[in-house]
């Protein structure tokens, strides 16, 4: 199972681009990379999902080079509701389970 | 789309009682369903992997008989602590995964917080 690495923690102001790094160096041609936002005591939300090159939805764009090593998650101009943990999740399609990392935790300042 | 739903969404028990919590997916048929625990100020940690007609397949370091689990349907699964005791006071999340053509993407359910007296 592909393990991911990502920063413990960033700080950011509202009005802010925040770009939030996940490193998964042995990914496997068939995963995908998914992102997740959690608030406490809530289970994890579906932000992002992406193969390679550039994705984007109405809440995120995910930048991923072609080496498909990393992943970069973009929030364009952050609010205070957007201070969450934030989890990049490799998924190996077609098995049977995917493993959480230690998430980041970002903080909107005002 | 893609809704996943909880129940209960929190439950308190006393030690030595069972607690079912119950996973389903609203608007999808997911073969496959997982069960999380997680700590405060830490991470999901897989339990469990629920298939659907099948027995399920638990990490390691996770008790099969203390953690019931049964996938009765596609758009059923649950969770049965028995025996509950303080110790297994924590927050259970399940998810359920759902996709085709090789790509496939997990959804949450918003989670049960189970306290045990």
């Known amino acids: 199972l592909a393990k991911t690495t990502q920063p413990i923690s960033m700080d950011s102001y509202e009005g802010q681009e925040v770009n939030i790094t996940c490193s998964h160096n042995?990914?496997?041609?068939?995963?995908?990379i998914t992102w997740y936002q959690q608030f406490p005591s809530q289970g994890p939300r579906f932000i992002i999902q992406?193969?390679?090159t550039k994705v984007t939805n109405e809440v995120a764009s995910l930048f991923i080079p072609a080496d498909r090593k990393s992943s970069t998650l973009s929030l364009p101009r952050v609010s205070l509701s957007d201070t969450a943990v934030y989890y990049c999740?490799?998924?190996?399609?077609?098995?049977?389970?995917?493993?959480f990392g230690a998430g980041t935790r970002l903080f909107v300042k005002a | 789309g893609a809704v996943v739903s909880q129940h209960p969404s929190r439950v308190i028990c006393k030690s030595g009682t069972s607690v079912k919590i119950e996973c389903r997916s609203l608007?999808?048929?997911?073969?496959?369903m997982f069960w999380y625990r997680q700590f405060p100020k830490q991470s999901l940690m897989l339990m469990a992997t629920?298939?659907?007609?099948?027995?399920?397949?638990?990490e390691q370091g996770v008790e099969k008989d203390k953690f019931l689990i049964n996938h009765a349907s596609l758009t059923l699964s649950t969770l049965t602590v028995t025996s509950a005791h303080p110790e297994d006071s924590s927050f259970y999340i399940c998810?359920?995964?759902?996709?085709?053509?090789?790509?496939?993407?997990?959804?949450f359910g918003p989670g049960t917080r189970l306290l045990v007296l």
């Open positions: 042995n990914i496997a041609t068939n995963d995908y």
């Open positions: 992406g193969y390679k």
């Open positions: 608007d999808f048929q997911a073969t496959t």
């Open positions: 998810s359920a995964r759902t996709g085709s053509g090789g790509r496939e993407t997990q959804y």
């Open positions: 629920s298939n659907e007609g099948s027995k399920a397949t638990y």
């Open positions: 999740l490799v998924d190996y399609t077609g098995g049977f389970k995917t493993i």
